[in-house]
């Protein structure tokens, strides 16, 4: 299959919420493109919700293709999920702070699993990150970096979910990464509820706390 | 100039082309779809016209900056950030002929008929894909052969071969972390790698200079550089530690663009005109086409100007109210109070907006590019708003054969 094949799989044109989906990682699937096998690829089991909650948003904040396999996991349950990655590929020969490739197989054969599944076109979404994006550690300044942060532009804006019925959005992940808690923070001032669930606790609310005005 | 409206059939495979074969990484910006669902044509008479004042005003420009260098006493009213203005007397030794000069002049069309030109993109203008494989697909999805383009990119990279030796190295230098940086690189990296040329992505850390050539030390990649094609913006190279970055001002290596662009980049450029052109430089196609230009001092409580960032950049921070989201406008405002040197008053136009095919009404900014003092093809956007900022789509610009 070809990026353009992939992305197609992830973003049916006639779904909500697929015109977030970022085509970056799906580009780089090309034909110099060279894969890896990172593990098996198998689709956790969820407990922590059985099924879609309809003003409920998820996003799935974990390291590498776990988000995808979790996103996967949520499909199946009728979420509908939407790979927001935006890391691009390091230059030939250079060493990068960030492996992107693991995104990339993940999304191939995520789109494998993700063609077995039929999921409702008004699903709520269940948009899909990578927490290794904030890798900044360079041994030093020859290396290429290639993380990245997610901006509240790269979603949607709470106005919207909330015209969309979303007044919830559950972070699924070991914390609130700062990248995401500038753009929830704005959100929970707009009447959005933000909980979070680690691996180990429940689901519960939170209150963030404003970030620093620089940090806008 | 008119909107050709894309067949509604056929947006949504135009569009995830776009994507896929025109280094379009980001069709979504909030809840904007960034991909217009139209094409922006244009008759041969405007095209000409556009080619003439790109020329002319690129001329007027590129004479104004050679002074300037010459004479950084007029530069002073610029208000350059102090890190930029120190290095400025290492840039004597610009040779114009040694290095690739990239410059794009936004026009608007106005009610009364006219262009206004709101400010040229001088030092790191993107849009090349947009301009260069977009308008193809356009006409291809069109199926209309009476229109044509001038691809830009075919224009920028015929300029870099007559500057940079065969198969040379040449580094795009660029923020590494975002993809829409990413994007307009990997397209011209593309490009050159097919004519021959070896590609570097790096960061604007990556070089190092020596007797004024550049190295690269990117990890794998280390050795000279026959020429580097920066977008990292100058005022953001400033901020990068530890200081590596001050050799781009007197490199001899051939930089598209060299930082002599600081000078026409920063929007107070106008503000020197009156002695730019006390000295003999002609200015008068930018006087014919910016509106008005003065202080922030000067337009106390004129309600008929606007302010703008200094160093803004794709519409962000102006003060057009019926542009502005939420509680921006008085950020703006407040930001405008407590630094009037890094903004400076413009008197506002009245943009003629274009009616869609839909009846839909969109604002126009018809950026116009030159290369080495030659016009080199459009990149446009449309926006519902008379402000065309980040939540403006690009569109096609076609030429009426």
């Given at each position: 299959m070809?990026?353009?094949e992939i992305?197609k799989i ?8 697929v ?9 780089g ?7 890896y096998?990172?593990?098996?690829f198998l689709?956790?089991?969820?407990n922590?919700i059985?099924?879609p909650?309809s003003d ?9 293709n776990n988000?995808?396999?979790e996103?996967?996991a949520?499909a ?5 999920p939407?790979?927001?990655y935006?890391?691009t590929?390091e230059?030939n020969g250079a060493?990068?702070?960030?492996d992107n490739r ?9 789109a ?7 999921i409702p076109d008004?699903a709520p979404?269940?948009f ?5 994006r ?14 990245w ?6 979603m949607?804006?709470?106005e ?7 007044n919830?959005?559950?972070v699924?992940?070991?914390?609130i990464?700062?990248?995401l808690?500038k ?5 929970q001032?707009?009447g959005i509820q933000i909980f979070?669930i680690n691996?180990?606790e429940?689901?519960?609310q ?5 970030p620093?005005?620089k940090?806008? | ?5 894309i067949?509604k059939?056929?947006?949504d495979?135009y569009?995830?082309d ?13 809840d904007s779809?960034?991909?217009a ?9 405007e095209h ?9 005003l ?7 900056e050679d002074l300037?260098?010459?004479n950084?006493k007029?530069?002073k009213?610029l208000a350059?950030?102090?890190?930029i203005?120190?290095?400025?007397k ?5 040779d ?8 794009r002049?936004d026009?608007h069309?106005?009610?009364?008929g006219k ?5 040229v993109?001088?030092?790191v ?8 494989i ?6 291809d ?10 691809n830009f990119?075919?224009i920028?990279?015929n300029?870099?071969i ?5 198969k040379?190295?040449?580094v795009?230098v660029?923020c590494t972390?975002?993809s829409?940086?990413?994007q307009?690189?990997?397209?011209l ?5 097919q004519?021959?040329?070896?590609i570097?992505y ?6 190092r ?9 990117l990890?794998?990649?280390e050795?000279k550089?026959?020429a580097i094609i ?5 005022e953001w190279?400033?901020?990068?530690k ?12 051939p ?5 002599i662009?600081i000078f026409?980049q ?10 730019l052109e006390?000295?003999g430089?002609?200015?008068s ?13 000067n ?7 606007i302010?703008?960032?200094?160093c ?7 003060s057009i109210k019926?542009a502005c989201?939420?509680?921006e406008?008085?950020k703006?405002?407040?930001d405008?109070?407590?630094y009037?040197?890094?903004y ?10 274009l009616?869609?095919?839909e ?6 900014c018809?950026?116009?590019y030159s290369?080495e003092?030659?016009h080199?093809g459009?990149?446009?956007r449309i926006?519902k708003?008379?402000?065309i ?13």
């Open positions: 070809t990026g353009k992305y992830w973003a049916p044109t006639e779904a909500k919420w015109d977030w989906v970022r085509p970056v990682p799906f580009v699937i090309n034909e110099s493109f060279e894969g096998e990172v593990d098996e689709i956790p089991k969820i922590y059985k099924e909650i409920m948003a998820i996003i799935i904040d974990l390291p590498g988000s995808i396999k996103g996967i949520l199946k349950i009728g979420f509908r939407i790979p927001i935006n890391g590929d230059q060493t990068a702070t960030v693991a995104i990339k197989m993940g999304l191939i054969k995520g494998l699993e993700l063609k077995k599944i039929e008004n979404p269940a899909l990150l990578d927490t290794n904030m890798n900044r550690y360079k041994m030093d300044q020859s290396v290429f970096d290639n993380s942060d997610i901006y509240a532009q790269d949607p804006s709470a919207y979910f909330l015209k969309n019925g979303i919830k959005i559950m699924r992940g070991e914390s990464q700062k990248d808690k753009i929830l923070y704005t959100f001032t707009k979070w691996e180990y429940n689901i519960k939170v209150r963030l706390i404003k620093k005005e940090d806008f | 100039m008119k909107l050709v409206s067949p059939d056929k947006y495979e569009r995830i776009l994507m896929f074969d025109a280094y379009k990484w980001d069709p979504q910006f909030f779809n960034t991909i669902k139209q094409a922006l044509v244009i008759t041969d008479e000409k016209e556009l080619e003439r004042l790109t020329e002319q690129d001329e007027e420009t590129r004479k104004a300037l260098n010459k950084l007029l530069a009213p350059l950030p102090k890190k203005y120190k290095e400025l290492k840039m004597k030794n610009y114009p002929d040694k290095h690739i000069r990239l410059m002049y026009f069309p106005t009610i009364e262009w206004a030109v709101s400010e993109n001088s030092d203008p993107g849009g090349f894909a947009e301009s260069s977009m308008p193809q697909m356009a006409i999805v069109l199926n209309e052969k009476s229109y044509w383009y001038k990119g075919d920028l990279t300029a870099i007559k500057k940079v030796k065969a040379g190295t040449i795009l660029h972390s975002y829409d940086d990413r307009v690189m990997q397209f990296g593309d490009k050159l790698k004519l021959g040329f070896r570097i790096a960061a604007a850390d990556h070089l200079f020596k007797n004024q050539e550049a190295f690269s030390i990890d794998g990649n050795g550089v026959d920066r977008f990292t913006p100058l190279l400033i901020d990068i530890p200081k590596h970055w001050e050799g781009y001002f007197d490199t001899i290596t930089s598209c663009n060299h930082p662009a026409a920063t929007k107070r450029f106008p503000l020197v005109w009156d002695q006390k000295q430089i002609r200015l196609t930018w006087r014919q086409l910016l509106p008005e230009t003065v202080e922030v001092k337009a106390k409580h004129k309600n008929d100007y302010f703008k960032p200094a803004g950049r794709v519409g962000e921070k102006i019926e989201k939420e509680d406008y008085r703006i405002m407040a405008v109070k407590k009037p040197k890094k400076l008053a413009q008197k506002k136009f009245n943009s003629k907006s009616i869609s095919e009846g839909e009404s969109f604002h126009v018809l950026g116009s290369v003092g030659k080199a459009y990149y446009a926006s708003l008379p402000r900022d980040s939540y403006a789509a690009d569109i096609s610009v076609l030429i009426e054969k």
